[in-house]
């Protein structure tokens, strides 16, 4: 649903103390209800991405409009990782809190303008069971496998598996997928943030904060039991917090930079992992950067692709961490043409 203007800019009223607040804060919270009622979104239009100017290029990418996300329901929030349907309106949206949101996005022309909000309800275990624990409930990357089925990441307590919607709808039960185990060894709450299936039908992740003896980030393909595990180049402070796959197979990644001494970053870099064998170090292409207060970013954790208009559209979601003082949820969404 649409409505008033924004308020934009908490996080530069607020300043650079508030981060270090956000950085207690972070995931440490308990965990709120799932809808029981009618659930309602309301969905401000962001009019541009630079906070200062109308442009709308940005190198590879060309702005499409966004939206902030707000809620009076105590268990909207914390959105990690998100997919699209391919003609960019059907959303399916994780929780880090364990749960399923969806939605319709609505356009006027190119522009995404609107969001119509229908449910809000918990994933549940491989029993079919709602997961109380917040440990378990902590879902971080989402994708679409060529088989129609969604595949979902958890950190914590890590595992990785898939849902049958389609057959089951929000009420499917959890089945689990084989992984590397190396992404066991990742540190608390910083395993995986990532997950993606390249062209091949290989699955693709990379560590949120896991890395090797250089700093760079750990990243696996694999199929079955065969592994090709592989290092990113770090990006100065950044994170990769998503990835989504092009279908030439390449690979764009979602990357946040948040520390206690400075505000909100976000990149987009690509690299092609046709190449890539055990050992490689890969050096992603940096495609776009933006920083607040500068751009309508926050904490910004997911990345999907789908086609409109005869565009490749790239939709960017963010995790207010149910921290809604200093947070906000926003999705932007942007034309790439490479």
């Known amino acids: 649903m649409t409505g008033k203007p924004p308020v934009r800019g908490k996080w530069w009223k607020i300043g650079l103390p508030a981060v270090a607040a956000l950085a207690l804060l972070h995931l440490s919270g308990t965990r709120t209800p799932a809808q029981t009622g009618p659930l309602y979104v309301e969905a401000s239009p962001i009019t541009t991405f630079n906070n200062f100017t109308s ?9 499409r409009g966004g939206l902030t996300l707000t809620s009076p329901s105590d268990g909207f929030g914390g959105l990690s990782g998100l997919v699209l349907s391919n003609n960019c309106e059907d959303l399916l949206a994780i929780s880090d809190q364990g749960r399923w949101f969806t939605a319709t996005l609505t356009y006027d022309g190119a522009t995404l303008t609107g969001l119509n909000a229908h449910s809000l309800l918990p994933i549940r275990d491989s029993a079919g069971k709602i997961q109380k624990n917040e440990v378990w409930t902590d879902a971080e990357a989402v994708t679409r496998l060529q088989s129609g089925q969604i595949a979902v990441a958890f950190e914590r307590r890590v595992r990785i598996g898939t849902y049958d919607l ?12 084989p992984y590397p185990h190396a992404i066991d060894e990742g540190p608390w709450n910083g395993e995986i943030e990532s997950l993606g299936q390249l062209p091949s039908g290989d699955l693709i992740a990379i560590a949120e904060r896991q890395r090797n003896a250089d700093g760079n980030s750990l990243a696996w393909i694999w199929n079955g039991t065969r592994t090709t ?20 197979g ?13 505000l909100p970053g976000m990149a987009i870099r690509r690299f092609d ?6 050992g490689t170090l890969v050096k992603p292409e940096l495609l776009l950067e933006a920083s607040v207060p500068i751009y309508a970013i926050d904490n910004m954790e997911g990345i999907a692709l789908c ?15 149910f921290n809604t003082y200093i947070q906000s949820t926003v999705l932007l969404q942007f034309a790439y043409k490479p």
């Open 273 to 278: 992992p046709k190449s890539v064998k055990s």
């Open 55 to 63: 442009t709308i290029g940005f190198g590879a990418f060309t702005w």
């Open 166 to 177: 389609a057959a089951k709808n929000l009420s499917a039960p959890f089945v689990p997928i």
């Open 250 to 262: 390449s690979v764009l990644t979602m990357e946040r930079s948040l520390t206690k001494t400075s």
């Open 307 to 321: 086609e409109r208009d005869g565009e490749t559209r790239v939709t960017l979601l963010s995790d207010n961490n």
């Open 229 to 248: 595990a592989f290092a990113i180049e770090r990006y100065s402070t950044y994170n990769v917090t998503d990835l989504a796959v092009l279908p030439d």
